[in-house]
Structures are given as C-alpha cells and as structure tokens.
C-alpha cells in the first residue's frame, strides 16, 4: 500500500512490518540506448529505471568490497584460526540440527 507524505520525491510505504520511507529523486539522463537495452536485459529488470537503479546499487555494492583491501594485514583481527577452528566437525561428518526456531 503506497501512501502519499512526507518529504517531496518521497513515498511511504505501510507494510505489515511497518512504516518504511523510500526517497526517491527525478532526473534526466542522457545514456546510450543499446547499453540501456543490454543492461535492462541481462540484468532481467522491466524498465529502464529498475536498470539504472540495478547498476548503480551494484557498482556501489563492488566498490565497496573494494575498499575492503585497505583493511588486509592491517591487525584488525587478533586470535588464533586454528583453535577456532578446532570445534568444528571433521570433513565428512555433519553437525545435528538445532532444536528451537530457526530466525
């Protein structure tokens, strides 16, 4: 259910979770159309701005794992990886299931 409100270029969303608020911004874009047609395509989206978002949350998503490299050898994490390691089943063998709710 859509609701109108808040902020100008801004829905509001009720949802049996809660109230939830997109922001969302118009804009023209000048783009290349035979890449428009390939991403909307390969990326199984039905319109040209489910594409653009698409790409853009993905680019952001790569870059972001990126930046993860500034962080390698850097001492972040103390503590030992083989005694981690040690309680946990031998290859071959499976742990049991858990009993109770999954979340």
Not at 44 to 50: D, P
Not at 51 to 70: C, F, H, P, S, Y
Not at 82 to 99: A, I, L, W
Request: charged share 25%; hydrophobic share 35%; aromatic share 4%.
């Amino acid at each position: 259910m859509f609701l109108r409100g808040g902020e100008p270029g801004s829905r509001l969303i009720l949802s049996v979770v809660g109230l939830h608020t997109i922001h969302m911004k118009r804009t023209n874009l000048v783009l290349d159309g035979d890449l428009l047609e390939t991403a909307t395509r390969v990326l199984g989206v039905k319109t040209y701005s489910a594409a653009v978002n698409e790409a853009l949350a993905e680019v952001i998503r790569i870059r972001r794992i990126q930046g993860l490299r500034q962080y390698f050898g850097q001492g972040l994490w103390e503590g030992d990886l083989s005694q981690m390691r040690e309680d946990s089943p031998p290859p071959g063998k499976t742990v049991p299931p858990r009993k109770g709710r999954r979340r």
